[in-house]
């Protein structure tokens, strides 16, 4: 739950390397530390248990995701998917993954001390207790994982979206990263808006001020948003658009476009809205049938080649529209925003953009099985949105959140005047009562309740899960089973996931050490020769995906036979480009 004070960075640390040691043990049927320190020729004292991880970081899970500590948090990255069904599917399983491990990791510390139960997962008896988790003595846990873009304490982390685009259609011609015209002038307008269904909603105050109000937002992350593009690490600047040029595929056809502002969502409907609906605006771009049409009225035609002063002030002006939409429309759906066109309200953008894609399908090219889904979803949502419904409960997260919120205070805690005003402030003298708890009849303040509630509606644990606690009761829009979200936790999608999971079995019964560096890096290692390493280069499934098992089995021969008759070879290989 949430209290007043600093979040303690270091426990959530000690929690995220407690809980990754004990995934990776988990997920991989041999001990990899055992055999991590015998190949280092080290003793178990010189190495922390980050050194452990991150020296054999890798796609630890079977469906092809990687789930690894970023600074005090786990982070999970489902595995390359072709639809955004597919990745919303897979983000729910994601949720199974760690719950599964966190259930058993919580069982265990409740039975033993830390000392002992690290001792159990490296699998040796005697080491030195020295600093970190080392120096940890007595129980600990139990250990909550909760999904968000913010701790309420100021912390801030990343839901990020990723999209494969073809570099030639994005980027002009001698164009870097660094500019991205196409997507300033016509993205930009969309992902401001399009948090009024995509928001996961939560309360907020300006943490410079510790003593400052508290005020429901619709989207927390765009509160934490520092510049537009940046390609420096995303903790620093926190951008919209990571401008990073990173290729994981052959020959650099393609670039991945890193959108680092979405908010941690449960619902997976709105997932695979959000998704659905910026891969359909992305496709139009790419097309040269988005040019111009929806864009900010101070947008230019192409940014300057330094961030200068002017390019500071658009930055800050886009960021304002992103702000004010999630600071203010939870109350003032009319909130307006400063398009070439004239001031329109985050709905009717929307619907502008939505009108286009309806042209687009119909005059450019016919649209796919999920893009046609995606359409009627999207023009579903932005009707109720346009109504203010009492449907979007159903659908929209920052809606579901809020009104949960709302029956708290009026029932819960008999308050009779509305949670928030016209601001989205709440009131914070009755903020600051204090009420006694049902189960532990101790004191505690309205407000700290309220911020609790507001976490444990993203808690992963069955038990613990408002949201899971509406979903078994038909008040949250589902699109999967709990039979199918079990699958995707257990099976990759037939992409370079498939491959890639195919390969650490290939090269397991086989006794051979196996390590996945980047997405599209396979590396074998044998006592002879050491490393040797395999380019995956394709992502997609289709025919590229038995192509690739082909060309990675012969490598494989190769590499066995030039062991038992060694000649002079490459350790580096990449398969023919066409296949």
Known sequence: GYSEGKANSTDSANATQLFVLFLVKCLLKTNPFRQLLKQSKQSIESWSIHELITAYESWLAPNGSKIHPDVNHPEYATPECEDPYSAALFNKAGERLLEIILRSLNQRLARTDIAAFIKSVLGIEKFSMKEGLYSLTGKMGPITIQKATSDLYGNHFGTHENYLCLRKKILAAGEGMSKLDKIRMNLLPFLATKSIFSGSGGFWRDFEDSNGPWRYVISPRALDLKTVFNSTHTLNSLPCVSTRDEIWEANSDYFRLHLTYADALMSEFATALSLGTTSIVLSMIQDDFLKGQISFVWEREAAPETVNEEEKFWQQRILNCFREISLRYAQNQNVEVPLKEGMFTPVDAQQKYLNLAK?????????????????????????????????????????????????????????????????????????????????????????????????????????????????????????????????????????????????????????????????????????????????????????????????????????????DNPVSSPDNYSPPTDG
């Open 359 to 563: 042209a687009y399908f119909k005059n450019v090219r016919e649209p796919i099985w999920w893009e046609k889904r995606i359409m009627e979803e999207w023009e579903f949502i932005l009707a109720l949105l346009e109504q203010n419904s009492p449907e979007l409960d159903k659908y929209v997260e920052w809606s579901s959140k809020l009104s949960l919120l709302q029956n708290f205070w009026n029932n819960k805690f008999r308050v009779s005047k509305p949670l928030l005003d016209e601001n989205c402030f709440v009131d914070s003298q009755i903020w600051h009562e204090k009420v006694l708890r049902a189960k532990t009849k101790k004191e505690e303040t309205i407000g700290n309740l309220l911020l609790t509630a507001s976490l444990q509606y993203g808690d992963i644990s069955r038990e613990r899960s408002i949201y899971r606690f509406l979903a078994k009761r038909g008040k949250v829009k589902r699109l999967f089973t709990d039979f199918q979200i079990r699958q995707a936790a257990r099976f990759p999608p037939l992409t370079r996931a498939a491959f890639r999971e195919y390969a650490r079995r290939f090269i397991a019964e086989r006794g051979w050490g196996f390590r996945v560096s980047e997405w599209n890096t396979i590396e074998i290692i044998d006592k002879i020769q050491g490393t040797h390493v395999f380019k995956a280069l394709s992502p997609f499934g289709g025919d590229d995906l038995p192509n690739q098992i082909i060309s990675f089995e012969k490598w494989f021969e190769n590499i066995k036979n030039n062991i």
